[in-house]
């Protein structure tokens, strides 16, 4: 399996958080970001990983300038499960 090293680094990262963590928040939580980008980069690291759960979060952004808009959009959540539940 390639990038061995990288996906037990985020399996860590998940044990340590058990709410679950958005890929974002896994790659700023990471010690090792060697060979890794962005949060789309964790993402497609997660996709065969079998130790990993994924759950629906709604998510909503203020805007900078303007705090009266906001968007709302659906983020993946991950969650560290011992069962095996693939991606």
Do not use: C, W
């Not at 962005?38 to 130790?51: C, F, P, Q, T």
């Amino acid at each position: 399996m390639r990038k061995k090293a990288i996906r037990s680094e985020i399996l860590r990262t998940l044990k340590a958080n058990p709410d679950g963590l958005t890929a974002e928040q896994i790659f700023n939580k990471m010690k090792r970001k060697k060979f890794i980008s962005n949060a789309r980069h964790i993402g497609n690291l997660i996709r065969g990983m079998k130790e990993v759960r994924k759950g629906d979060v709604q998510d909503r952004v203020m805007d900078g300038f303007n705090n009266r808009t906001s968007m709302s959009y659906k983020v993946n959540r991950y969650y560290y499960d011992e069962e095996g539940a693939e991606v």
